[in-house]
């Protein structure tokens, strides 16, 4: 995905309430739940979620990974990759998503926990050689979630622009569609 800019908070703020609520409409009925593992974000893809009302009879919850050895210790993600690559890479947000999946699944339920995550440099600044703006967001996906087979896990690159904000702001907007494009794709 290129560099993106991002809309007004406002007129950002609507657009992502519209896609959560699309979101979380589409797993309702499909009776899929969501649980998330953020570190970029800091709680802000869980507050997408939870500002809908209704939202818990889907969304289940989200861990604050933000240090490298909560990672590692409560998602399971692999710790010599975390040494060797640090917390922003792509297979660092696939670990993570399928971790939160494993994380939030509840045996009576089965395997329908959609596993999201999220990682990158905010900024101000670059983070090492990671300029500030890269993010990776993971999706851990279910049999049956948009056209998906059997369990996914995928992660997806983002060069945002902007100031820590709006970056943090444009990871929770791109997360929330790619998830209502595959949600909508069953649908058609």
């Known amino acids: 995905m290129g560099e993106t800019e991002f809309p007004a908070a406002a007129a950002s703020q609507s657009h992502c309430d519209e ?11 499909n009776h899929f739940k969501i649980a998330a593992a953020e570190s970029l974000t800091g709680g802000l893809l869980a507050d997408a979620f939870v500002r809908i009302p209704g939202a818990s009879k889907v969304f289940l919850g989200s861990a604050v990974t933000y240090d490298i050895r909560a990672k590692a210790k409560i998602l399971g993600v692999d ?3 975390l040494n060797r690559e640090g917390a922003v890479h792509p297979e660092v947000a696939r670990q993570m998503a399928s971790g939160t ?14 596993g999201l995550s999220t990682t990158g440099v905010a900024g101000p600044g670059p983070d090492g050689d990671k300029p ?8 851990s996906l279910p049999s049956g979630f948009g056209d998906v087979q059997s369990r996914r896990t995928v992660a997806f690159e983002l060069r945002l622009n902007g100031g820590r904000e709006a970056v943090r702001h444009g ?15 069953s649908q058609e």
Do not use: F
């Open 19 to 29: 896609l959560a609520a699309a979101v979380l409409r589409y797993c309702d009925n």
């Open 79 to 81: 710790r010599d990759l």
């Open 101 to 114: 999946a494993r994380l939030y699944q509840q045996d009576e339920d089965g395997d329908c926990v959609v």
């Open 132 to 139: 500030a703006g890269l993010a990776y967001i993971g999706c």
């Open 171 to 185: 990871v929770v907007q791109c997360i929330l569609e790619k998830l209502s494009v595959l949600s909508a794709l």
